[in-house]
């Protein structure tokens, strides 16, 4: 068990000031996500990107980090969840200055793919230690709580401080700030935190680790394909293909003395329902950002930063919504508030098929102020739910599985929104007759093809192409609002008639 002494019952003032150490890590890698939006640009100027590279200098990250969660969770619960957040915290930094004085897209393609490395041992580790430091469900509720609100509110502020670091300095700026935030965290996480790890002397499952990577990245890169080009055959056979390695890893957890994820652990309703429900609302909210990004961008014609920290008025809400469903699960069944949250989530995308050219832009953060409001309360609630619903030495693992989930749901997000929203806009799209078939060919891609194709035309004309694009990409975002709206609606009646009656408690998950 804990290799510390761990007080049962409620927690101090030093486990709460250990929760804002926690936080630090957990904004970092979450900023990491999307602090690149701003700086490829100035990266492909300096280093000569090719289109190619440029994808694998955004999507690495990504995929080693979802790759490697299942594995760093339960390896966490083996060598102990501080010991493995700290050497998380020295890959992040000695990768953040390696991607901030890469010379190569070579180089800062692998120092990403480390950067993943380390985000994957950071992320579980935060919340499972969260598990440690927090026994009195009430106390552990409020500080996921916050967990929640940081990692979403991490993932809004990348672009906006990618945007402002790149106005004063070069792009390594955007990574070299994670350098001195890890060293902070070196200082104080063996000062604050708790060391914590399960009694397993059984050897390491290698090849366990082997095959959760080689499940996961095939079928996350597949689905990414799928969305960005549509049904081929390889982005398919790399799903199957990863399905297939997914069904032999289930089966050595069967099988193994010390398995990586005890398969009990989804016989339990609570477990296994929040897993499901975080995956959903995962999809809602990375879908619905692909359009909103779009919008201010290409149809009220923003600039990027400007239009990232319009985007950053939504989460206003966020702070509040959090602490309002753990408060409100300690008076009803969680089950009803989790309905609830899908429910407002719904509303937002039912504001937002009100959306069009001419719409106000308080329609527009309105509508994703209500989902993301709704999406919130629903994420801490199954968090809680998930690492409250198993015994403390598996919190690791439970951790990494949801974190897991929520990358699955970000891929379907973008696949599934943006693969309707795409359809959508292709079958309402008129363009002017007149138009050059390479323009039309761009059209029909997206409105960022139309935008970039009307600059090369007479006014008169790319007038006409912006008109009918905008027309068209605002009725796409109305469908795959409606189809959100219809989905997060189903979601709310089964979630609560699935986990009506359910408690998170330690027995639970034994």
């Known amino acids: 068990m804990s290799t510390s002494e761990l007080t049962i019952g409620k927690a101090g003032r030093k486990e709460w000031i250990a929760l804002g150490v926690l936080a630090l890590p957990l904004l970092l890698v979450s900023m990491d996500v999307s602090v690149l939006y701003f700086a490829v640009p100035y990266i492909s100027a300096d280093l000569g990107v090719t289109a190619t590279q440029q994808l694998w200098i955004f999507d690495i990250y990504g995929f080693v980090l979802a790759g490697l969660l299942i594995t760093m969770g339960s390896l966490g619960d083996r060598i102990g969840r501080r010991r493995l957040l700290i050497f998380g915290a020295i890959a992040f930094g000695l990768a953040s200055l390696a991607a901030a004085y ?11 793919a480390v950067l993943g490395i380390g985000g994957a041992t950071l992320m579980p580790s935060t919340l499972a230690l969260i598990r440690n430091l927090f026994h009195d469900p009430v106390q552990r509720g409020k500080a996921i709580a916050f967990w929640s609100a940081v990692m979403l509110g991490g993932i809004s502020l990348g672009p906006v401080l990618s945007g402002v670091l790149l106005e004063h300095f070069w792009w390594g700026s955007v990574f070299l700030i994670n350098t001195p935030a890890m060293v902070l965290l070196l200082i104080l996480a063996p000062l604050l935190l708790p060391e914590f790890r399960t009694a397993v002397n059984g050897r390491f499952d290698l090849f366990s680790s082997v095959l959760s990577l080689a499940a996961v990245l095939p079928v996350i890169w597949g689905i990414k394909e799928l969305a960005a080009h549509g049904v081929e055959a390889m982005p398919v056979v790399s799903i199957v293909a990863g399905l297939l390695v997914g069904y032999a890893f289930l089966r050595r957890q069967r099988t193994a003395e010390h398995p990586m ?82 429910v407002v989530a719904a509303g937002g995308f039912a504001v937002l098929t009100q959306m069009h050219v001419d719409s106000s832009l308080a329609v527009l953060l309105i509508g994703a102020g209500l989902l993301a409001a709704g999406l919130v309360m629903v ?102 609002a409606l189809v959100g709206a219809v989905l997060l609606t189903v979601t709310a009646v089964a979630v609560t008639l699935v986990l009506r009656g359910t408690t998170a408690t330690d027995e639970s998950g034994a």
């Open 102 to 112: 890469a010379q190569t897209p070579e180089q800062l393609i692998a120092a990403r």
């Open 261 to 342: 994820i005890e398969l009990a652990m989804f016989r339990n309703r609570a477990f296994s329902g929040a897993l499901a429900a975080n995956t959903i609302g995962t999809l809602a909210l990375v879908g619905n950002a692909i359009f909103m990004t779009q919008y201010l961008q290409l149809v009220l014609g923003m600039g990027p930063l400007k239009a990232a920290l319009w985007s950053l008025v939504p989460s206003v809400v966020v702070g509040g919504a959090a602490p309002l469903g753990a408060a409100l699960a300690r008076k009803f069944d969680r089950a009803y508030v989790l309905g609830l949250g899908f």
């Open 379 to 480: 994420m801490s609630l199954v968090t809680e739910a998930v690492v409250g619903a198993v015994a403390p030495e598996r919190a690791g693992s439970a951790s990494a599985l949801m974190e897991t989930c929520s990358e699955f749901g970000g891929a379907l997000g973008i696949a599934v929104l943006g693969s309707i929203g795409t359809a959508a806009y292709r079958s309402d799209l008129q363009l002017p007759s007149d138009l050059p078939a390479a323009a039309t060919t761009a059209a029909r891609e997206g409105l960022a093809g139309a935008t970039a194709a009307a600059a090369q035309l007479p006014a008169q004309l790319a007038d006409a192409l912006l008109a009918a694009t905008r027309h068209s990409f605002s009725h796409s975002m109305n469908v795959a």
